[in-house]
């Protein structure tokens, strides 16, 4: 399938990098057994690119960054990831001259010789304080995932939306993406980048008034403790987010001091990508994993790892219950054909953040496919879980027999750790939604990357009211990141990249846009199928995999190809839009935009807030922050 990649088990004594540079943490290289091992210089870094990364990073792996990207890279963010971060693992038999001349010949700067972009100025005066007048909107993930904001927490209307123009820039330091949904509260932007670094910013000029790098990437929201709008906070508040390596940390709001930090899930490969929920004096993580990317490697015994929903106290970071989507643990499946362990059921991991249903006690959310054979009922599937004890009440499968890792893209049915199942990558990493289905009934909306969205009741134990295919679907999307719901108007986002789980082409018509479903039928209302505005680029594509935010009578998305619209929410008609794949004059420099994807737009105290900048799946990288206000006020 792929010529001359040079995989599936390298038996020499020092094991050579699995797969270099994955920032974004989807790509795995290996070698071939039959081959001799290369032995190569700790001088020679194009050797060691040719040897063991050019076979996933030329643009054969969708999930893979391209060669290009990678020389856009700032030096300590390649070293970075390959000493502590997501290749951590694949790099752990280099030295540490080898990651240097990796680097160097990547990037064409030396490690050692570097000087690292200015990072944010410091607030000084009214700059730096804070108003604990201002709690946060409650809106979006972290604490609704209908990523509804009300009129009055976005501080903006409807009619405002043409006249919003920049307001100030900022480049993340080192960064080729951003995965963090920034929040508003006590006049700052609170969110998390590429290198670890939380930011308070002062919301009307960009300063900093305090930076903390408490952890690794940062990609979920970052979860300001709420309290009522017509009362102060009775205590400092506190800030709570998730990181790649699957901690979960608590700061004080005001300082950026660590008040606690704890790992969800003892499992070594496991991560954080979906925002903490929180809910009363609890915290509901949902808890995934890297290892669906360590297949490739023959000789992993794949694989071990389940799901969970994990409640935490808020005061201490204390295990609460703890809810796995496969309830008992991975046992013995017997030898792949490589001779390797293999383990299962495993996987069905929870990639997006839970909803809250209060009014019946419940928390609900998605999960991924099976990482091993045997596929089991708890992938691809929605789980309803006692808020108060842990305890299922109910769990629906709405695809069976999806189980899929990363060695699918390589070896197709040869490679000894790609599931019977093969696929297709269904996943639902999108939030599920509780939405008004008018007549006092309630709905929960999912959406697949099936390109499928589900309408369940959930009084009848997720019985399907109906299902809708509103995009083609394939493994980046369908819906991806995430949807938003305005009343009983669901706003669907669709990706739509034409790629199946094995990397091959889809075939047939394709969706990329946004889509108003109404709640109680599933029927689709409008269509707004996105303009392709690419005009030849690389790595671009009109599709939407980030999420969408509504305020009423308007939706917001950020587009694959940089493009930032608000749409109708009546018809689709686009009300404004900007495109962010292009250079600002920063507030520390020059800031770089791309892609939009992950957490897309945020919306509140008067501002529309997104990140531009996505290297993720052979998209378009960036390390911009962009703050959009009426008139640019």
């Known amino acids: 399938m792929l010529e001359g990649m040079r995989m599936f088990g390298n038996k020499s004594k020092s094991r050579k990098l699995v797969a270099i540079l994955v920032v974004a943490s989807m790509s795995a290289c290996t070698k071939d057994a039959a081959l001799e091992p290369v032995v190569v210089t700790p001088t020679d870094g194009k050797k060691l690119y040719d040897e063991n990364c050019s076979s996933c990073h030329e643009g054969q792996v969708p999930k893979a960054p391209h060669r290009d990207w990678l020389a856009k890279m700032a030096p300590d963010a390649v070293v970075r990831a390959l000493s502590d971060g997501t290749m951590q693992r694949a790099a752990e038999n280099l030295e540490?001259?080898?990651?240097?001349?990796?680097?160097?010949?990547?990037?064409?700067?030396?490690?050692?010789?570097?000087?690292?972009?200015?990072?944010?100025?410091?607030?000084?005066?009214?700059?730096?304080e804070f108003d604990v007048s201002q709690p946060p909107a409650s809106a979006g993930w972290g604490y609704d995932a209908r990523r509804f904001v009300s009129g009055e927490s976005a501080g903006f209307t409807?009619?405002?939306?043409?006249?919003?123009?920049?307001?100030?820039?900022?480049?993340?330091?080192?960064?080729?993406?951003?995965?963090?949904?920034?929040?508003?509260?006590?006049?700052?932007?609170?969110?998390?980048?590429q290198d670890g670094t939380i930011y308070a910013f002062d919301l009307e000029t960009g300063c900093a008034r305090w930076t903390t790098r408490v952890s690794v990437e940062v990609r979920t929201a970052i979860v300001v403790e709420p309290w009522a709008n017509d009362s102060l906070p009775d205590r400092i508040p506190r800030l709570f987010f998730g990181d790649l390596m699957g901690r979960v940390h608590a700061l004080d709001a005001t300082t950026g001091e660590v008040l606690w930090?704890?790992?969800?899930?003892?499992?070594?490969?496991?991560?954080?990508?979906?925002?903490?929920?929180?809910?009363?004096?609890?915290?509901?993580?949902?808890?995934?994993?890297?290892?669906?990317?360590?297949?490739?490697?023959?000789?992993?015994e794949c694989c071990t790892f389940r799901g969970s929903v994990v409640a935490l106290d808020i005061e201490n970071g204390e295990t609460i219950w703890k809810h796995?989507?496969?309830?008992?643990?991975?046992?013995e499946q017997g030898f792949s054909k490589a001779g390797t362990r293999q383990w299962g059921p495993s996987g069905a991991a929870v990639w997006g953040?839970?909803?809250?249903?209060?009014?019946?006690?419940?928390?609900?959310?998605?999960?991924?496919?099976?990482?091993?054979?045997?596929?089991?009922?708890?992938?691809?599937?929605?789980?309803?879980?006692?808020?108060?004890?842990?305890?299922?009440?109910?769990?629906?499968?709405?695809?069976?027999?999806?189980?899929?890792?990363?060695?699918?893209?390589?070896?197709?049915?040869?490679?000894?750790?790609?599931?019977?199942?093969?696929?297709?990558?269904?996943?639902?990493?999108?939030?599920?939604?509780?939405?008004?289905?008018?007549?006092?009934?309630?709905?929960?909306?999912?959406?697949?990357?099936?390109?499928?969205?589900?309408?369940?009741?959930?009084?009848?134990?997720?019985?399907?009211?109906?299902?809708?295919?509103?995009?083609?679907?394939?493994?980046?999307?369908?819906?991806?990141?995430?949807?938003?719901?305005?009343?009983?108007?669901?706003?669907?986002?669709i990706s739509d990249i034409p790629v199946d789980s094995e990397g091959r082409p889809i075939e047939g018509d394709m969706y990329p846009g946004i889509h108003s479903v109404d709640a109680a039928t599933g029927e689709i209302a409008w269509r707004s199928i996105s303009s392709n505005n690419c005009d030849g680029r690389k790595f671009c594509d009109p599709g939407i995999s980030a999420a969408a935010t509504s305020i009423p009578?308007?939706?917001?998305?950020?587009?694959?190809?940089?493009?930032?619209?608000?749409?109708?929410?009546?018809?689709?008609?686009?009300?404004?839009?900007?495109?962010?794949?292009?250079?600002?004059?920063?507030?520390?420099?020059?800031?770089?935009?791309?892609?939009?994807?992950?957490?897309?737009?945020?919306?509140?105290?008067?501002?529309?807030?997104?990140?531009?900048?996505?290297?993720?799946?052979?998209?378009?990288?960036?390390?911009?922050?962009?703050?959009?206000?009426?008139?640019?006020?």
């Open 96 to 128: 540490p001259s080898d990651l240097d001349t990796l680097t160097e010949y990547l990037t064409g700067v030396s490690p050692a010789k570097y000087a690292p972009p200015p990072g944010a100025a410091q607030c000084v005066g009214e700059a730096a």
């Open 553 to 633: 009578g308007v939706v917001f998305a950020g587009h694959l190809d940089g493009m930032l619209r608000a749409y109708d929410a009546e018809n689709g008609d686009v009300l404004w839009q900007f495109d962010t794949s292009r250079e600002f004059a920063a507030v520390n420099g020059t800031a770089t935009g791309g892609s939009i994807g992950g957490p897309g737009p945020a919306i509140g105290s008067g501002a529309v807030i997104v990140n531009s900048g996505y290297d993720f799946g052979d998209h378009m990288p960036g390390n911009a922050l962009l703050i959009f206000t009426p008139g640019g006020r």
């Open 353 to 493: 953040s839970p909803s809250i249903d209060v009014q019946r006690g419940l928390i609900y959310f998605g999960s991924s496919e099976n990482y091993s054979s045997p596929a089991d009922k708890n992938s691809d599937a929605i789980f309803a879980v006692d808020l108060s004890t842990g305890e299922r009440r109910w769990s629906k499968q709405l695809l069976a027999g999806d189980a899929w890792n990363a060695a699918c893209y390589f070896g197709a049915a040869d490679h000894p750790n790609c599931p019977a199942e093969r696929g297709p990558d269904y996943d639902f990493s999108a939030s599920p939604l509780l939405v008004d289905g008018g007549e006092g009934r309630q709905v929960i909306v999912a959406g697949q990357k099936s390109g499928t969205v589900f309408g369940l009741d959930p009084d009848r134990d997720g019985d399907v009211i109906w299902e809708t295919q509103v995009g083609h679907g394939g493994v980046q999307g369908g819906v991806h990141f995430g949807m938003s719901a305005s009343g009983n108007r669901v706003f669907v986002p």
């Open 261 to 300: 930090s704890v790992r969800a899930d003892d499992h070594p490969n496991s991560t954080i990508t979906g925002t903490p929920v929180i809910h009363g004096d609890r915290l509901f993580v949902p808890v995934s994993s890297l290892e669906v990317l360590t297949a490739p490697d023959p000789s992993y």
């Open 324 to 331: 796995y989507t496969i309830p008992l643990p991975v046992v």
């Open 158 to 193: 409807k009619s405002d939306v043409p006249d919003l123009k920049l307001k100030w820039a900022f480049a993340y330091p080192g960064a080729v993406r951003g995965r963090s949904l920034p929040v508003t509260a006590m006049g700052a932007i609170f969110v998390g980048s």
